[in-house]
Each structure stands twice: as structure tokens, then as C-alpha cells.
């Protein structure tokens, strides 16, 4: 059996292909190119947008409606302009480009989405979210379990380029050990070169062999890991290099706008067919406990308009039926807002899922506002719910086995 | 570990080198900690059971052997030293120090307000903070500012200490400004090695904090509990301490405080008005009184869970993570019978036989801070570039703008194959601007200056050919030196 080391050191490993395109990276041209839709599974990309901080659900999927949520919010509720979705419920007026989803039957809102005896501290509730474990704590994440999955079943052909996450960290839910790429820009994920007087030197023949020694040489903290990743850069830069370079967003992304940057980076590492299977994204500032009105507002704009770029760029790319995104936020808000014009930690909120493979509609049941646990919604469906759906319904994967337990599945999804 | 204490570092190739540590013969020390480990979790906590801290620390000497004898030469024990309590060294600095000897090199560092640092104060480049427009570059300069000071600092530990509670008691550039953040960061340097409850009362009403933590706005009448669930969750007992209503009960407690000069946001000073006091009476942690936020401080810092939280907090920042119940509860002791000081905490630290185990060497990323900044130390640098302060961000740290309200996470979280190649690469970088005109003493000096003189020997033997076989090749050796995983950790 060769290592993958040794496929890199004799540049076997498909990803050294140079410049002819290798087939591993064939499915996403060959789907571009011919512009057809081809919904196949292994064809299918999960985009992730976290909502950090803890997304106001109340005054996102607003109930316009409800006297109880007017007087919950006397400075926060938004009662002009609400996109009404039926005549109880209405996005936030900045999401404009999530109605046209909604319009073209494209967008699933999951209400109440929560999980029993919730937790309001950020840290563990996110990590709740990312292990999709109630128990939280550091284990591998419930993407970073599916691509796991993947890498055993041998559907990870890249190994390294399945799981993408727009920054310079891995998100938890991407962690387990089959490896993510955190990606800042295509271009720039290279090995410089080392130019001593004019001439250039080899650099990555010796680096694997300083990486390689110092792992094999003794259990010594983080040799081991130290060393797939060095493996790894060198794998994903050879990948990057060796694809078509020549995207071009189909769509205008909005200007300084790191949600846009971020989803504009997923749509070419997306549209370079690098094999990409699971993308994450994340949006942070929701954790508005003072003056919430003028940032979340800001930072709905901001999600809408990113998302609507996104998605019109896959369109154009012929790209659509194989995008599924999916919001999440450790938590939503308190319902009554706090004496700071904000809104302190809470429990349930919807959840966003948009794109072709959609069945759009309301889903699950909108919590009460009347009947509260400390001030806060009684959640009313699971999370690992929705998880389960993507899992089994998009995914194709074994949704019960990647979570640790059965749970009901929603038809958020055409099959 | 092949270099005796202060000696000229020798040439490679001809010298015989004796047998590196994992080629020497297996202990029995070693067959012991195999044999625990095999027989999992529960035989190692039985071996730990009931032990005297002075066991422990034999036991950690024993448990690892990797690394085992390492900090037998004093060189290496104060390189140690000085990249946990500063930012690596200079090799004439590495030198003066080795030549004090470990103890003494120890006590200069904890003294620190006994070495003058004008030559810093003087080079630094300006920053103004009153300046409240131009926030972008206003930014941009408080990064520089910062990393320029642990770059070319006489005292090291107060930067590092500095770094320490920016990771602990955050705040942001995402909500505070520049200026306010660069008087927070001018309070921890005050503070550092202090007192932890005069240190959270100050931050209490530190306006990046209030601002960070939305403090300025919190109100008698209409509590805001970001602070008050923070202060329990990360700064203090952690979770698992309190519950709710302590969370709601003593956001009343710090309601009064707020921003001075016309409660502008980006104020820099902060004042206590008293109709925002609520004066009620509120009931924290079973006890029932008019408390005020000081109060809450008051009764939060004695907790065993404070201590235990933050020494473990200080343990890892320092020697290796995830230390020993006894070694914990060691350190406790030491920080409630000092009066809750810190400085005693870390003079402990620093001191103690686990900080020197082999369990402690390398036990640590380099974050990126301290790759950056221990790398343009150790060649002499006395300014900081612009892309270098970038870099830093690329490599996954962004001074004075921490991911969220926990600070950065430490260890594997900053290897990744994004970050590695940031850190490759910038080490190419400093290789080319900085190899030519170096005084490194050839490829024995730069490996003694960067990696203790310990190197796996097949790198030594890489970089041997890569030395012989071409010539003089300074700006590779130094680039392959930064870029050996060695390297990278700390």
C-alpha cells in the first residue's frame, strides 16, 4: 500500500497533475460546462452560514401579528415593511433576496429550532450545535463525522478539499480526522518560493522530509498532526494550482462585505470543480445586547445581499440544483428586549435552508410567546431534526449513525 | 541539547553528535509510562492518585520521554524560558542570559519593573489616542504599535502578560475603538502581575470593555447581562458556578457605571452616576445584600473555582496544557494565600520543576503572535512591517480583534493547512530580507538560536546537504530553520 506520502513524494497523488486537469476535478467542469443539472449526490454541495453570537429569530422571521411581540419589543420590533409570508409571519424588510427564494419556492423556514434544556452560554451552546451532541464539549463535528464518512466510503478523492471553510480557522463542526481546507483566497494558497541570489530553490522535498522526520522520530506533542498537515498544504495548494483559474462571478457581490468575500471565495472554489463538498461560512456581531436596531439590521442587508449574489452565481454557473444552504445560530434572543434597546441570550429561533434541491414552505411549529421558560421559547423542533434531513435527504448519508440516534426527519427537500 | 551551556556552537558535519534523546535506550521510566498508557485512563489516574505534589512532579519528569534530559543544558532551559515568559531572544541576548544562569535570568524577568525600557518607549512608533476618526488606520496602527513592543521589549513577561489577559478578559475592535482598546491594553501592562480582583475591578469599568461587554448601557431598571454572564462564564468560576438568576441578579449590581465625556461611545474615560445604580437589594450566590459591582468582584475571586480556573489558564499558557489535579491545586493555594496576586502565581510557575519537565518542552504551539514576533526578535529587528502584522491575521491571530468574547483557541486549532503555509511562507519572507546581513554563525548558529540546537536528525542532515551542497546559501538555511516543525512549536 502506498501512503499518501508516498504518492507525494513520487507525485503519483492525482492533485500533481500539473496543468492538465486531473479527473478527480472533472464532475464540476463537466456539470459547468455542459450546463446540465445533475443532482447526483456526490455532485451535491452543503453550504453553511453561521450566524455568530446568537441571531435575533424574532426580528428576522418576525411575527407581525402577534400583540405579544409588540409589546415584548417597544423599540425593537419591526412593524414597517415586513415581507410577509403569510398572515401571521414575515421576514425582516433587508431580506429581500431570501423573499425571492421564498417566491420561487426556494426557501424553507424551520421554526422553534432548538434542543432540550438549553444552554445560554455561546461557547457551549455552539458547541452543542457543532457536535450535534446536547452534551457539547470537544469531539468531532457532525460535518466533520459526514466527511469522515465520506473518506471511508471513498468518496473524498481529494482528501483535502472536501470540507472548505472560508477564513484562516476550522470551524469545530468541520473537526474530525479527515482534513478541511481553511481557505483566504485560491490564489495565494501556494508555497512561496525561496529565491537565493537568483536562483530558485526546491523547497517542498525538504520540508516533507523535516516534517516527515520529526513525526516519525518519537511521540512528541503535535508531530504527528504537524506533519498531515504539511501533507495537506502541499496537496491542496498542488489541487488549487491545477485547476481552472479562470472563474468569473456571474453575479455582483456586494463591496466590503466579508459575507459576500466569504461565499464569493465558496462559489469559485465551487465552480473551479475542486470536488468540494461541504462549505462554511460564517457571519459574526449578532450578540447585540445594546442598540440592537441599526447592527442587525446591518447585518440582515448584509446576509441578503450575499446570499442573493451567491445564489444568482450559481445560477449562471448552471450550478443551482447542487447548492443547498443552510443557516444556523447557537441561539436566538430573549423575547422581551432588555432595557439597552438589545436583547439578551434566549433559546429557539428558525433556521434558513434555500436553493434548488428546496421544497419551500413554513416547517415545524412557531414557539409560543405566550407560554415561556424564564423568559424565553419553549423550542419546538429538534435541531438534529433538520441535520438528519440534509443528512439523509441531501446528503445521502446515514443520518442516525453521523448523529448518534434517530431522529424524525422534516421534507424540507425535493427528492 | 548537543550544545554545553554558553559554548560556541560547533560545526556540524565533522563533530560527532552524541545519540539524540529518542535514540538513547528505553528507561524503565519509560516502559512504566507505556505500560500506564496502555492500560488507559484508569492506571494512569491510579498512579496519580494520593500523590504529594513532589511525586507529581517526578512523575511528570518520568511520564514523557521524548524529550527526556532536554533541559540539562542551561542554554536550552533559558531558551525555554524565555520564549514562555517573552518572545524568544536575540543570540547575543540568549547569550547574556545563559551566562546569568537560569535563576537569575528568572528573577530579571519577574522584576521586570526594575529594567528600564526607554529604548523601546523611544523607538515606538507614535499612537494617538484620542484620534477617533480614521478608525481603520487608527487600527492598524495600535497592531503595529503593540507587536513593535514585543519585538523589541527589555521586558518580556510584561508583554507576555499583557497578551495573557487580552486573551482572558477580551474585548474588541469589532465594538470598542483603538483608543479605548489601546488604554485597556496599557491597563493590563499596569496591572499584569498584580492583584485578579483589583485587575476586575479596573476592567469593570475599563470603557473597551464597557463597550465590548455593553456595560455602558446597563441600567438601574434595565439590567444588561452580558457582563455579569461573562465575567462568571470566562473570567472567573466558568460554568457550572452559578445559575440564571445569579447572572440576572448581578447585572443589577453593576449597573451605575457608564462612559464619560457625553457618553460618546468611543469615550475614554468612564464615570459613576448614581440614579443608574439600581440599590436594591439583590441575592448573588445565596447571599443577600445592596451590592454594587465591586461587590460581586469581592465575592467571585475568593471562589476555589476561580483559582482553579484561572491557574489552570496560566499553567497552560506557560508550561503545557491540561495540568495535574495536584498541580492545579497547588497553584490555587498559591494564588488564594497570596492574596489572589498573580505575580506569586507566575513566579511559581516559572519556578517549578514541571515547568522544566520534558513533559513541558515543545508542549505548545507558537501562536501566531509568537511566531511572528520571537522570529523578528531573534534577527535583530527594530521595526514591524505592515505585512507582518498581517501575517499574524493570516496565520489566524488578529491583534485587539479576538474571534469572540472567549479570546483565541490555543494549541491544534492554529495548525491547519491554511495557517502552515502562512507561516512557511513568511518565513520566507524574513529569510530574504533578513539572511544576508545576519550574523548567524552558519547553519550550527541559526539552529541554535531558533530550535535549542535540537533538531531531528534527519533535518540536521537535510539542511547539512542543503548548506554543503550549494555553498553558502544563507537565505535558504535561515528559511528552512523557521520552517522546520521545531520550529513551529514553542
Avoid: C
Amino acid at each position: 500500500m502506498f501512503s499518501r506520502r508516498d504518492f507525494l513524494k513520487q507525485g503519483l497523488l492525482p492533485v500533481f497533475a500539473g496543468s492538465a486537469v486531473p479527473s478527480v476535478f472533472a464532475n464540476g467542469l463537466a456539470a459547468s460546462a455542459a450546463d446540465s443539472p445533475n443532482t447526483a449526490p456526490s455532485n451535491r454541495v452543503l453550504v453553511l452560514v453561521q450566524l455568530a453570537g446568537g441571531n435575533d429569530g424574532l426580528n428576522t422571521v418576525i411575527p407581525f401579528q402577534d400583540a405579544t411581540y409588540h409589546d415584548a419589543r417597544p423599540t425593537l420590533r419591526q412593524d414597517q415593511g415586513v415581507l410577509t409570508l403569510n398572515n401571521q409571519l414575515g421576514l425582516h424588510p433587508n431580506l429581500k433576496a431570501l423573499k425571492a427564494q421564498w417566491d420561487a419556492g426556494q426557501l424553507a423556514v424551520v421554526q422553534g429550532v432548538g434542543y432540550p434544556s438549553p444552554n445560554l452560554s455561546h461557547f457551549a451552546s455552539m458547541s452543542v450545535w457543532e457536535t450535534a451532541n446536547v452534551k457539547g464539549g470537544f469531539g468531532d463535528g457532525w460535518l466533520g463525522r459526514y466527511l469522515n464518512y465520506l473518506d471511508q466510503v471513498g468518496e473524498s478523492p481529494n482528501h483535502t478539499l472536501e470540507g472548505v471553510s472560508a477564513g484562516s480557522l476550522v470551524p469545530p463542526e468541520m473537526r474530525s480526522k479527515t482534513p478541511v481546507t481553511a481557505l483566504q483566497s485560491l490564489r495565494n494558497f501556494r508555497l512561496q518560493k525561496v529565491n537565493e541570489h537568483g536562483t530558485m530553490v526546491d523547497v517542498e522535498n525538504p520540508l516533507m522530509q523535516f516534517y516527515g522526520g520529526f513525526s516519525k522520530a518519537g511521540p512528541a506533542p503535535y508531530a504527528a498532526i504537524l506533519d498531515t498537515t504539511l501533507q495537506e498544504a502541499l496537496a491542496a495548494s498542488h489541487g488549487l494550482q491545477a485547476t481552472d483559474a479562470s472563474y468569473v462571478a456571474k453575479a455582483t457581490y456586494p463591496a466590503n462585505s466579508p459575507i459576500a468575500n466569504s461565499l464569493k471565495l465558496v462559489a469559485e472554489t465551487i465552480v473551479s470543480g475542486l470536488g468540494v463538498r461541504v462549505a462554511h461560512v460564517t457571519l459574526g456581531g449578532f450578540d447585540n445586547h445594546a442598540r440592537e436596531k441599526p447592527v442587525h439590521d446591518k447585518l440582515l442587508l448584509d446576509l441578503d445581499q450575499a446570499l442573493g449574489a451567491f445564489m444568482a452565481d450559481m445560477q449562471g454557473h448552471g450550478l443551482a440544483d447542487r447548492i443547498l444552504v443552510m443557516t444556523w445560530s447557537e441561539f436566538g434572543r430573549r423575547v422581551n428586549e432588555n432595557g439597552s434597546a438589545g436583547t439578551d441570550h434566549g433559546t429557539a429561533a428558525p433556521m434558513f435552508l434555500l436553493g434548488a434541491p428546496v421544497k419551500g414552505g413554513l416547517y415545524g411549529e412557531a414557539p409560543s410567546l405566550q407560554s415561556l421558560d424564564n423568559g424565553n421559547l419553549k423550542f419546538t423542533t429538534d435541531f438534529r431534526s433538520v441535520y438528519a434531513s440534509v443528512l439523509q435527504g441531501y446528503l445521502n448519508a446515514p443520518a442516525s449513525d453521523l448523529l448518534g440516534g434517530t431522529f424524525e426527519t422534516l421534507p424540507l427537500l425535493k427528492s | 541539547m548537543d550544545q554545553a551551556p554558553g559554548s560556541t556552537p560547533t560545526p556540524l558535519t565533522p563533530a560527532p553528535t552524541p545519540p539524540p534523546i529518542w535514540q538513547r535506550p528505553v528507561s524503565r521510566r519509560t516502559v512504566l509510562a507505556t505500560a500506564a498508557g496502555g492500560a488507559g485512563a484508569a492506571a494512569l489516574a491510579a498512579l496519580w492518585r494520593g500523590g504529594s505534589l513532589a511525586q507529581v512532579l517526578n512523575r511528570v519528569q518520568g511520564l514523557t520521554h521524548t524529550y527526556e534530559g532536554v533541559f540539562s543544558s542551561e542554554r536550552t532551559r533559558v531558551a525555554h524560558l524565555l520564549r514562555r515568559a517573552g518572545f524568544g531572544a536575540s543570540p547575543q541576548e540568549l547569550d547574556r542570559l545563559t551566562g546569568m544562569g537560569t535563576a537569575a535570568a528568572t528573577n530579571a524577568l519577574l522584576n521586570y519593573q526594575q529594567t528600564p525600557n526607554q529604548q523601546l518607549e523611544a523607538s515606538l512608533p507614535g499612537f494617538d489616542p484620542t484620534v477617533t476618526s480614521n478608525g481603520g488606520r487608527q487600527a492598524s496602527a495600535l497592531q503595529a504599535w503593540w507587536l513593535t513592543r514585543m519585538v523589541g521589549t527589555a521586558r518580556p513577561l510584561e508583554e507576555k502578560m499583557t497578551l495573557f489577559w487580552h486573551g482572558l478578559l477580551t474585548s474588541g475592535l469589532d465594538k470598542s475603538g483603538p483608543g479605548q482598546l489601546y488604554q485597556q491594553n496599557q491597563l493590563f501592562r499596569r496591572t499584569a502581575m498584580g492583584n485578579f480582583d483589583d485587575l476586575l475591578k479596573a476592567v469593570s469599568k475599563d470603557p473597551a470593555m464597557m463597550v465590548y461587554l455593553d456595560t455602558e448601557t446597563n441600567r438601574n431598571g434595565k439590567p444588561n447581562e452580558n457582563y455579569a454572564r461573562e465575567l462568571m462564564e470566562l473570567f472567573t468560576t466558568g460554568i457550572g458556578h452559578y445559575s440564571e438568576d445569579d447572572v440576572r441578579e448581578s447585572a443589577r449590581a453593576f449597573t451605575g457605571w457608564t462612559l464619560g465625556r457625553g457618553k460618546q461611545r468611543d469615550a475614554l474615560t468612564s464615570t459613576f452616576v448614581a440614579r443608574y445604580h439600581d440599590e436594591g437589594v439583590k441575592t448573588f450566590m445565596g447571599k443577600t445584600g445592596t451590592f454594587t459591582g465591586d461587590d460581586i468582584v469581592d465575592m467571585l475571586v475568593p471562589l476555589r473555582a476561580t483559582a482553579e480556573r484561572l491557574t489552570t489558564r496560566l499553567f497552560s499558557y506557560f508550561a503545557y496544557p491540561n495540568p495535574e489535579p495536584e498541580i492545579v491545586q497547588h497553584l490555587a493555594d498559591v494564588f488564594q494565600k497570596n492574596g489572589y496576586n498573580v505575580g506569586a502565581v507566575v513566579k511559581e510557575i516559572l519556578t517549578m520543576d514541571a515547568f522544566y519537565s520534558p513533559k513541558a518542552y515543545r508542549a505548545l504551539v507558537k501562536s501566531p503572535t509568537e511566531y511572528v514576533a520571537q522570529t523578528l526578535r531573534a534577527v535583530g529587528a527594530t521595526s514591524v512591517s505592515a505585512p507582518a502584522v498581517a501575517a499574524t491575521g493570516q496565520m489566524g491571530q488578529v491583534l485587539f480583534y479576538p474571534p469572540n468574547v472567549a479570546g483565541w483557541p490555543a494549541g491544534a486549532s492554529w495548525i491547519n493547512s491554511s495557517t502552515l503555509l502562512t507561516r512557511i511562507n513568511f518565513a520566507a519572507g524574513v529569510a530574504q530580507k533578513a539572511a544576508p546581513a545576519s550574523t548567524f554563525k552558519g547553519l550550527p548558529g541559526l539552529i541554535d538560536t531558533f530550535i535549542d540546537g535540537n533538531v531531528t536528525p534527519s533535518t540536521r542532515d537535510a539542511l547539512t546537504q542543503a548548506a554543503t551542497g550549494t555553498g553558502q546559501i544563507p537565505v535558504t538555511l535561515m528559511y528552512f530553520v523557521l520552517a522546520t516543525p521545531e520550529y513551529q512549536l514553542n
